[in-house]
């Protein structure tokens, strides 16, 4: 298998993976071998992961004092707590987090997972509603044949999902 993982801090593939535990949040990094080198992350003691994120992604303008207008937050703060210090944060260091958030996710909106129960659920009735249209439009149309056999196949669907269904209906 492949590592498809790039470094945070250059094009390179990434060989070393960091994680830290900050505050019962999980941070990653991951590394190419000379940037893990560069930033000293061989020794655990003096290694902050949110200092390797501010350096590889946030660049502070030159007078340092750039300020969230909603509550005052520095990149300063962000560099010493690894967290941000209201929503509006989000959206005034935007520019600068999205490019560290594409690095270590797919994408940089959250898009949140779907149970496989409720996955199968909604595919069974999706079938159930497919069948049952397929089944009107066969009847207008007066294709009995069809019509019998989307019946008999809505009748199966039905009773294979109807045992597992009737307790939870109670």
Known sequence: MANSLKCDLCPKPATVHLT???????????????????????D????????????????????GDVRCKACGFTQ????KSGRFGCPSCYEFFGDTLEP???????????????PQRALERRSHYER??????DLDQAIKAE???DAARYRDELQQVRESSGPKNAGAAE
């Open 20 to 42: 830290q535990i900050v505050n019962n949040k999980i941070h990653k990094v991951d590394l190419c071998e000379a940037c893990a080198q560069a930033k000293g992350v061989t």
């Open 44 to 63: 655990p003691s003096g290694f902050s992961l949110a200092d390797l994120l501010l350096k590889a992604s946030l660049n502070p303008e030159p007078s």
């Open 76 to 79: 300063q703060d962000f560099k």
């Open 100 to 114: 560290m958030l594409d690095t270590m996710h797919k994408g940089v909106a959250h898009t949140g997972k779907v």
């Open 128 to 133: 159930l509603t497919q069948l049952e249209t």
């Open 143 to 145: 294709r009995y044949e």
